[in-house]
C-alpha cells in the first residue's frame, strides 16, 4: 500500500499490504508474523493534522509467515472526504507494538 484513493462512501475495495522489514543485508523481507510472535494487528487512518484516529480497528492476518494483511472498510469509514494517513499497528505476544512507518496516503475525494 502506498497511496490509494476512494470516493466519499466507498465500502471496498479492502486496503491488504505486505508488512516488510529490513533483514541483516539491509533488503526489505516481508515480516514473518509468525516466527516474531506477533498475534494482532490494527488498520489505523487519520488526518495528517490530527492526532486521533478516524479508523483505529482489528485487521485481519491473512498470511502470518508472509506478513500478508487486510482490512475491510466499515459503513463510516470513508464519509469524510480529505487526505488522511494509514498505517498498521502489529502487537506481540510480550505485550510490545510496533507501527509501521512511513504512513501511507489514503485519499477520499466528494461524491
Known sequence: MSEVSFVQGDTG???KATLKQRNAAGALVPIDMTALGINAVKFQMRRPDDKRYTVNATADIVDAPNG???YDWATNDLD???EFQGQWELAYLDGT???TDPPNTI???RQ
Open 80 to 82: 469524510a472526504p480529505g
Open 97 to 99: 507494538v510496533q507501527t
Open 68 to 70: 500478508k494483511v487486510s
Open 107 to 109: 485519499t477520499v475525494r
Open 13 to 15: 475495495p479492502s486496503i
